[in-house]
Protein backbone atom coordinates (compact mmCIF):
# COMPACT_ATOMS: atom_id res chain seq x y z
CA UNK A 1 0.00 0.00 0.00
CA UNK A 2 1.23 3.34 -0.77
CA UNK A 3 0.05 6.31 1.52
CA UNK A 4 -0.63 9.94 -0.98
CA UNK A 5 -0.47 12.85 2.02
CA UNK A 6 -3.36 15.08 1.99
CA UNK A 7 -2.84 18.80 3.17
CA UNK A 8 -4.52 20.00 0.51
CA UNK A 9 -2.39 21.22 -2.19
CA UNK A 10 -1.95 18.92 -4.46
CA UNK A 11 -3.38 16.76 -7.33
CA UNK A 12 -3.88 14.02 -5.51
CA UNK A 13 -6.23 12.01 -8.06
CA UNK A 14 -3.65 11.86 -10.62
CA UNK A 15 -0.76 10.52 -8.62
CA UNK A 16 -3.36 7.99 -7.22
CA UNK A 17 -3.98 6.83 -10.35
CA UNK A 18 -0.60 6.63 -11.45
CA UNK A 19 0.15 4.75 -8.51
CA UNK A 20 -2.79 2.17 -8.98
CA UNK A 21 -1.15 1.22 -12.06
CA UNK A 22 1.24 -0.92 -10.22
CA UNK A 23 0.14 -0.96 -6.43
CA UNK A 24 -3.07 0.06 -4.16
CA UNK A 25 -2.87 3.54 -2.83
CA UNK A 26 -4.93 5.40 -0.26
CA UNK A 27 -4.95 8.87 0.07
CA UNK A 28 -5.24 10.30 3.77
CA UNK A 29 -4.07 12.41 6.14
CA UNK A 30 -4.48 10.08 9.42
CA UNK A 31 -1.17 9.33 11.22
CA UNK A 32 -1.68 5.38 11.58
CA UNK A 33 -2.63 5.06 8.02
CA UNK A 34 0.53 6.46 6.88
CA UNK A 35 3.17 4.66 9.45
CA UNK A 36 1.24 1.23 8.18
CA UNK A 37 2.04 1.96 4.02
CA UNK A 38 5.03 0.42 2.74
CA UNK A 39 6.15 3.63 0.76
CA UNK A 40 4.69 7.76 1.35
CA UNK A 41 4.75 9.97 -1.38
CA UNK A 42 3.84 13.56 -0.72
CA UNK A 43 2.46 15.75 -3.61
CA UNK A 44 2.01 19.39 -4.26
CA UNK A 45 0.95 22.33 -5.96
CA UNK A 46 0.42 25.79 -4.49
CA UNK A 47 2.02 27.97 -2.02
CA UNK A 48 4.94 27.40 0.27
CA UNK A 49 3.55 28.86 3.37
CA UNK A 50 0.43 27.28 2.63
CA UNK A 51 1.63 24.15 2.33
CA UNK A 52 3.40 23.91 5.67
CA UNK A 53 0.93 25.44 7.26
CA UNK A 54 -1.63 22.66 6.32
CA UNK A 55 1.03 20.27 6.95
CA UNK A 56 1.77 21.27 10.42
CA UNK A 57 -0.37 18.74 11.78
CA UNK A 58 1.84 15.89 10.24
CA UNK A 59 4.98 17.36 10.71
CA UNK A 60 5.96 14.63 13.23
CA UNK A 61 4.16 11.43 11.17
CA UNK A 62 6.41 13.06 8.48
CA UNK A 63 9.47 12.52 10.57
CA UNK A 64 8.06 9.30 11.71
CA UNK A 65 8.16 8.22 8.45
CA UNK A 66 11.97 9.46 7.62
CA UNK A 67 13.66 7.92 10.46
CA UNK A 68 11.71 4.54 9.76
CA UNK A 69 12.91 4.39 6.73
CA UNK A 70 10.18 4.15 5.03
CA UNK A 71 10.36 5.57 0.89
CA UNK A 72 9.28 8.87 0.79
CA UNK A 73 8.35 10.65 -2.78
CA UNK A 74 8.32 14.21 -2.40
CA UNK A 75 6.26 15.75 -6.11
CA UNK A 76 7.28 19.82 -7.05
CA UNK A 77 5.80 21.94 -4.22
CA UNK A 78 6.30 18.41 -2.11
CA UNK A 79 9.64 18.12 -2.77
CA UNK A 80 10.10 22.30 -1.59
CA UNK A 81 8.58 21.90 1.58
CA UNK A 82 11.49 19.01 2.25
CA UNK A 83 13.69 21.96 2.20
CA UNK A 84 14.82 24.45 5.41
CA UNK A 85 13.48 27.56 3.82
CA UNK A 86 11.88 29.27 1.05
CA UNK A 87 12.20 33.00 -0.90
CA UNK A 88 8.46 32.21 -1.95
CA UNK A 89 7.28 32.55 1.98
CA UNK A 90 10.56 33.96 3.80
CA UNK A 91 9.95 33.33 7.52
CA UNK A 92 8.19 30.56 7.33
CA UNK A 93 10.61 27.32 7.90
CA UNK A 94 10.27 24.14 5.89
CA UNK A 95 10.80 20.52 6.95
CA UNK A 96 14.19 21.06 7.08
CA UNK A 97 14.59 17.29 5.98
CA UNK A 98 17.34 18.36 3.12
CA UNK A 99 19.57 21.24 4.12
CA UNK A 100 19.21 23.88 1.82
CA UNK A 101 16.95 27.09 0.85
CA UNK A 102 13.92 26.87 -2.12
CA UNK A 103 14.96 29.81 -5.13
CA UNK A 104 12.81 31.65 -7.29
CA UNK A 105 13.82 32.15 -10.78
CA UNK A 106 15.64 34.78 -11.51
CA UNK A 107 16.53 36.12 -15.23
CA UNK A 108 14.31 33.92 -17.39
CA UNK A 109 12.00 34.19 -20.25
CA UNK A 110 8.85 33.61 -18.34
CA UNK A 111 6.92 31.95 -15.13
CA UNK A 112 6.27 29.58 -14.30
CA UNK A 113 8.38 27.40 -16.03
CA UNK A 114 6.11 24.82 -17.64
CA UNK A 115 6.79 22.49 -19.96
CA UNK A 116 8.45 19.50 -21.11
CA UNK A 117 12.28 19.78 -20.19
CA UNK A 118 14.84 17.47 -20.07
CA UNK A 119 16.73 15.76 -16.94
CA UNK A 120 20.23 15.26 -17.04
CA UNK A 121 21.02 12.26 -14.78
CA UNK A 122 24.00 13.48 -12.73
CA UNK A 123 23.99 10.19 -9.96
CA UNK A 124 22.71 6.58 -9.84
CA UNK A 125 19.66 6.76 -8.47
CA UNK A 126 17.14 3.58 -8.50
CA UNK A 127 14.30 5.87 -9.64
CA UNK A 128 15.96 6.27 -13.30
CA UNK A 129 16.25 2.52 -13.21
CA UNK A 130 15.64 1.94 -17.26
CA UNK A 131 14.89 5.64 -17.88
CA UNK A 132 17.87 7.21 -20.19
CA UNK A 133 19.44 10.43 -19.47
CA UNK A 134 18.62 13.37 -20.62
CA UNK A 135 14.40 11.80 -20.99
CA UNK A 136 11.88 14.68 -20.61
CA UNK A 137 9.18 15.26 -17.69
CA UNK A 138 6.76 17.69 -16.93
CA UNK A 139 7.54 20.95 -14.89
CA UNK A 140 5.48 23.83 -13.52
CA UNK A 141 7.25 25.85 -11.54
CA UNK A 142 8.73 29.07 -10.42
CA UNK A 143 10.97 28.37 -8.06
CA UNK A 144 13.93 25.81 -7.57
CA UNK A 145 15.85 23.84 -4.78
CA UNK A 146 19.39 24.33 -3.52
CA UNK A 147 20.69 21.79 -1.57
CA UNK A 148 23.88 22.72 0.95
CA UNK A 149 24.06 19.16 1.04
CA UNK A 150 25.07 16.30 -2.03
CA UNK A 151 22.14 14.95 -2.54
CA UNK A 152 21.38 15.98 -5.86
CA UNK A 153 20.23 12.76 -8.83
CA UNK A 154 19.51 15.06 -11.85
CA UNK A 155 19.43 18.31 -13.15
CA UNK A 156 17.50 20.35 -15.57
CA UNK A 157 18.15 23.66 -17.63
CA UNK A 158 16.33 26.75 -17.18
CA UNK A 159 17.96 29.86 -17.49
CA UNK A 160 20.39 28.13 -15.40
CA UNK A 161 21.47 24.80 -14.28
CA UNK A 162 18.81 23.56 -11.44
CA UNK A 163 18.45 19.93 -9.02
CA UNK A 164 15.25 18.60 -10.54
CA UNK A 165 15.35 15.43 -8.69
CA UNK A 166 17.51 14.57 -5.13
CA UNK A 167 18.02 11.61 -2.78
CA UNK A 168 18.95 11.71 0.31
CA UNK A 169 18.51 8.03 2.15
CA UNK A 170 15.22 6.72 1.77
CA UNK A 171 13.95 10.48 0.73
CA UNK A 172 13.19 10.93 -2.96
CA UNK A 173 12.05 13.94 -4.91
CA UNK A 174 11.24 15.48 -8.32
CA UNK A 175 10.63 18.68 -9.44
CA UNK A 176 8.22 17.75 -12.04
CA UNK A 177 5.32 15.89 -12.19
CA UNK A 178 5.54 12.39 -12.88
CA UNK A 179 2.04 11.70 -13.02
CA UNK A 180 2.00 14.46 -16.12
CA UNK A 181 5.16 12.87 -18.03
CA UNK A 182 3.73 10.02 -19.96
CA UNK A 183 5.46 7.15 -20.01
CA UNK A 184 8.35 8.19 -18.97
CA UNK A 185 7.10 9.36 -15.49
CA UNK A 186 5.29 6.16 -15.13
CA UNK A 187 8.72 4.16 -15.32
CA UNK A 188 9.45 6.20 -12.59
CA UNK A 189 6.36 6.17 -10.45
CA UNK A 190 6.81 2.49 -10.73
CA UNK A 191 10.30 2.19 -9.92
CA UNK A 192 10.08 4.41 -6.55
CA UNK A 193 6.30 1.30 -6.28
CA UNK A 194 9.02 -1.47 -6.51
CA UNK A 195 11.43 0.00 -4.19
CA UNK A 196 12.63 -2.49 -1.32
Known amino acids: MIGIIDYNAGNLRSIEKAIELYDKAIIT ?5 LLSCDKVVLPGVGNFG ?7 PLVNTINTIISEKIPFLGICLGMQVLFNESEEKEGIKGLGLIKGKVIRFKNVEK ?3 MG ?4 KIVNDCPLFEGILDNSYFYFVHSY ?15 GLEFPSVVNKDNIFAT ?3 PEKSGKIGL ?8 LI
Open 111 to 113: LPH
Open 50 to 56: TAMKNLS
Open 144 to 158: YVNPDENCVVGKTTY
Open 116 to 119: WNNV
Open 175 to 177: QFH
Open 187 to 194: KLIENFVE
Open 29 to 33: KNEED
